[in-house]
Each structure stands twice: as structure tokens, then as C-alpha cells.
């Protein structure tokens, strides 16, 4: 069993930066693969990236490629989501997710609250 707790949302200007954590507890962390989505009212959630369960592989949407950076740092059992260059359509709720994988898919079993960004213009 593994719980997520995200942190780090916030209100940004566009330009402007920010990470995301995303906290895990549960012994099988360090032996998933993780990922990010977001979401805004009235939209399906997206795809933002996603990360290997040793660091070695990562991969994200083209909407924020060049942008944002995931990463995790399984000794201290978190997620990351560094977010740069933030853009007005950014704002979602963000959500911090993990689960086994193979090299080709990856069956989400656990999710965080989810945290707000907001990118003002």
C-alpha cells in the first residue's frame, strides 16, 4: 500500500516557477514507477509526465516538454515536478500518482489529494 501527499502548489505569474512534492509512505514506493497529471474543471485529466522507477527513464506531454522536469528521489520516497517557464494554461489542479509498470504500461494504483496551480497572465 502506498499513500501520496502533494505540496508545493501555489499562484504564479506567467514566467515564473515552481516544484511540486509529492510525499510517499508504504515500503513498495522505491519499486514504482510515478507520474503526474493534471486537471481543470470540465476537462479530462492529462498526462504530464511520468518517470521510471529508478530515475533512469523519464517521459513527458508535448504541452510541457522543454518545460518541466520530473524526478524522485526514492531515499527520501518523493516525487518531484519542477515546473518552469509556467504558462496561463498550466492552471489545474495537479496530482501526484505511482504504480507497477512494464516497459510499456503503467497501471496507476495510487493517487495524491492533488495540489492547485494557478499561472496569472
Known amino acids: 500500500q502506498v499513500q501520496l501527499v502533494e505540496s508545493g502548489g501555489g499562484l504564479v505569474q506567467a514566467g515564473g516557477s515552481l516544484r511540486l512534492s509529492c510525499a510517499a509512505s508504504?515500503?513498495?514506493?522505491?519499486?514504482?514507477?510515478a507520474g503526474w497529471f493534471r486537471q481543470t474543471p470540465g476537462k479530462e485529466r492529462e498526462f504530464v509526465a511520468r518517470?521510471?522507477?529508478?530515475?533512469?527513464?523519464?517521459s513527458y506531454s508535448e504541452s510541457v516538454k522543454g518545460r518541466f522536469t520530473i524526478s524522485r528521489d526514492n531515499a527520501k520516497n518523493t516525487l518531484y515536478l519542477q515546473m518552469v517557464s509556467l504558462r496561463p494554461e498550466d492552471t489545474a489542479v495537479y496530482y501526484c500518482?505511482?504504480?507497477?509498470?512494464?516497459?510499456?504500461?503503467?497501471?496507476?494504483?495510487?493517487w495524491g489529494q492533488g495540489t492547485q496551480v494557478a499561472v496569472s497572465s
Open positions: 500518482a505511482a504504480g507497477p509498470s512494464t516497459l510499456y504500461t503503467t497501471s496507476w494504483s495510487y
Open positions: 508504504g515500503r513498495t514506493f522505491g519499486s514504482n514507477a
Open positions: 518517470i521510471s522507477w529508478d530515475g533512469g527513464r523519464t
